[in-house]
């Protein structure tokens, strides 16, 4: 059986790991966490329930954790709902308890101040919906041209969702390099289509 030590994973992340009661990976972390470390781009098909959170999430911190960025969002994860948003934001925050890395969660339907005050203060890790994100952007309160790695979570829902637009729309705004983590249940031709123009030599990894 595989294990986290396995797959390249430093001391304070899996520490957090074992605390946090995750014993063995899954198959997707197994397979997407080596990857992700390596700065592969990396498409998942996988659906909630499979464990893609951690595997997005351990590349994102122990990278950002061993290169010292510059200032301002150096991850951006991008989900079609409040909930997946919030969930993601507290595991990063579990996972990254260790690390001396920042995040924060924003999305629509409640106030914008407190979530400006937050990205005011600096945050590393962003996880986002689109509307609330560009919303913010558009009001010059937040700068995505800092972000190294990007991951679009649910694509197959984003684009059910209606949100196919505003995800194009925050793709413009991204750095032209960067590591992207794609994840999506399904893959019908319109996601296929974000794929490759997104997508450098993927691993590919599916559930
Ligand atoms: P996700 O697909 O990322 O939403 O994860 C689904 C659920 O599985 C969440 O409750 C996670 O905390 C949990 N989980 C993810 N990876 C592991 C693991 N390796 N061991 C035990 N539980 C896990």
């Known amino acids: 059986m595989t294990s986290f030590?396995?797959?390249?994973?430093?001391?304070?992340?899996?520490?957090?790991?074992?605390?946090?009661?995750?014993?063995?990976p899954t198959v997707i972390q197994e397979k997407a966490i080596p990857a992700g470390l390596a700065g592969r781009d990396v498409l998942g098909s996988a659906q909630t329930g499979t464990g893609k959170t951690c595997a997005f999430g351990v590349p994102i911190l122990q990278r950002l954790a061993q290169a010292r960025g510059k200032k301002g969002i150096r991850a951006l994860i991008l989900t079609p709902t409040r909930e997946l948003a919030i969930q993601i934001d507290d595991n990063l925050h579990a996972y990254g308890k260790n690390l001396p890395l920042t995040e924060t969660v924003i999305f629509g339907g409640?106030?914008?101040?407190?979530?400006?005050?937050?990205?005011?203060?600096?945050?590393?890790?962003?996880?986002?919906?689109?509307?609330?994100l560009l919303d913010l952007q558009?009001?010059?309160?937040?700068?995505?041209?800092?972000?190294?790695?990007?991951?679009?979570?649910?694509?197959?829902?984003?684009?059910?969702m209606g949100f196919i637009h505003d995800v194009r729309r925050v793709l413009k705004l991204l750095p032209a390099k960067k590591q992207t983590l794609f994840f999506s249940a399904t893959m019908p031709p319109e996601v296929m289509e974000l794929v490759n123009a997104l997508l450098r030599d993927p691993v590919k990894v599916a559930v």
Do not use: H, N, W
Not at 138 to 160: C, H, K, T
């Open 138 to 160: 558009g009001q010059g309160l937040l700068d995505l041209g800092r972000v190294e790695i990007f991951v679009l979570d649910e694509a197959d829902r984003m684009l059910d």
């Open 5 to 24: 030590t396995s797959l390249g994973i430093t001391e304070p992340i899996l520490q957090a790991l074992a605390d946090y009661g995750y014993e063995v």
């Open 110 to 132: 409640v106030g914008q101040a407190p979530q400006v005050e937050r990205l005011k203060r600096g945050v590393d890790i962003l996880t986002a919906t689109p509307g609330r």
